[in-house]
């Protein structure tokens, strides 16, 4: 079966082709097919059997284009291969937060997955000012399963470097290089501005020198650290969550890269929903305190519980595989000190790329709704300056922001938590 693109039409015939879905639907005759991404790259489509719809799934196929451009942007459908593989090895290590997968082609670029259907997007509920007690929890386990064990702290020297070159996946990665780490940080046809903001605004990220020189070494550092596999796209609308569980879901910027990346992507994005939420609060009638105060505790305990996952997950490896680098009286104190000096060196790039990504949602391309769907175009303003603000400090500073306690000292002087 050749490459094609599936209509709404087309969907129910082809699932009633497909061996794998007669274990899920009883009725190839009623389904329900419904059109629901509005993500900037594929389609997704939720598929429902009308009369019974537990038996439920979602259709992702990548096109060979950008789906919010359109064909004037090619992008090659294969990206759909790192996405099937990408999913795979993350079900594999951590499959309490990954959607399961029942069919994947590579072919038809396209995977069929669980319908999350008591499951929302993060970035929506969190605008609704929603509160989710076991997040951090759950996305700190996911990323330290996924980041230490496919890590060469893990993997034997064959199998990370085979990874690596599965994973390779140069389309999405140049647009993370370009809309994360380029566009945003220079006058550019692709930048989209609140007109509110002044050419004094744009020229404090665009002319600074250090910020400047700060970015590019962020980039650099994106392109060459080859540490982990990422997610590569891990905010908050990449996460879809209900009371009880986490489902982390599109990793189609799935590459190795830098661990920081992924924990940074998460920092930011709840960061900027942070400032947004001084605004939004007081939009659904409430005191903004308690909200943004849950906000600055999940940020905190994300960096902090990940920190702790990720060294115990180290430690239990050295115990069970114990090497001869550490096996002498103060061993343990050095492979300890070792420990510490990584991890701040990783908290050193969380916090470099948490900037970038706070940065480029306001001057680049791609937006976040918490801020760029307020209407109020001043107060968005005021909130863009203050990411913006953050972002500089965070990502020219990063080497000497001692803790997590800090970040949110700087976001609490920007936008005082009362
Ligand atoms: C042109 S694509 C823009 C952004 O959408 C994705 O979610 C990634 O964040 C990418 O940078
Ligand atoms: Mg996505």
Redesign the pocket.
């Known amino acids: 079966m050749g490459y094609r693109i599936l209509t709404i039409e087309d969907i129910p015939k082809f699932l009633g082709s497909l061996e794998e879905m007669r274990n899920i639907f009883s009725d190839f005759n009623c389904l329900e097919v419904v059109e629901v991404g509005d993500?900037?790259?594929n389609y997704v489509y939720l598929i429902k059997n009308s009369k019974n719809p537990q038996e439920t799934v979602v259709l992702k196929q990548a096109v060979p284009y950008?789906r919010?451009v359109g064909e004037s942007w090619p992008l090659k459908r294969e990206r759909m291969t790192i996405e099937i593989m990408a999913l795979q090895k993350e079900i594999e290590l951590c499959p309490e937060h990954v959607p399961e997968v029942y069919y994947g082609s590579h072919e038809m670029s396209l995977v069929i997955m669980e319908n999350l259907s008591s499951h929302k997007v993060l970035r929506g509920e969190i605008i609704q000012g929603k509160i989710f007690r076991n997040f951090a929890e759950h996305i700190t386990t996911f990323m330290a399963e996924v980041l230490f064990k496919t890590s060469d702290l893990y993997l034997d020297h064959q199998t990370k470097k085979e990874m690596v070159s599965k994973y390779i996946n140069y389309d999405l990665c140049k647009?993370?290089e370009d809309?994360?780490f380029t566009t945003p940080y220079e006058k550019h046809e692709t930048n989209v501005y609140n007109q509110e903001l002044t050419e004094e605004d744009l020229n404090f990220i665009q002319q600074d020198r250090d910020l400047k020189i700060a970015v590019a070494e962020m980039k650099y550092k994106f392109m060459n650290n080859a540490e982990s596999l990422l997610h590569g796209?891990l905010?908050i609308g990449s996460i879809m969550v209900n009371e009880n569980e986490t489902y982390v879901i599109d990793p189609e910027?799935s590459f190795y890269g830098p661990m920081g990346f992924d924990v940074g992507a998460v920092i930011g994005n709840l960061l900027m929903s942070y400032f947004s939420h001084e605004y939004r609060q007081k939009l659904l009638g409430r005191e903004p305190y308690v909200y943004r105060k849950w906000l600055l505790d999940t940020i905190e305990s994300v960096w902090i519980k990940f920190a702790e996952k990720f060294e115990t997950l180290w430690i239990e490896e050295q115990l069970s595989n114990p090497q001869l680098a550490w096996n002498y009286p103060e061993g343990e104190q050095h492979f300890k000190v070792l420990r510490e000096s990584f991890i701040a060196r990783l908290f050193s790039d969380t916090v470099g790329f948490a900037a970038c990504k706070m940065m480029r949602r306001i001057l680049g391309?791609?937006k976040v709704a918490d801020i760029a769907e307020i209407e109020d175009l001043q107060e968005r303003a005021r909130i863009e300056r203050m990411t913006l603000k953050l972002g500089k400090i965070m990502v020219i500073e990063r080497d000497s922001i001692k803790d997590i306690g800090e970040v949110l000292n700087l976001a609490k002087e920007l936008s005082p938590l009362v």
């Open positions: 993500g900037n790259l950008l919010v647009i993370t809309f994360v796209d905010h910027f391309l791609a």
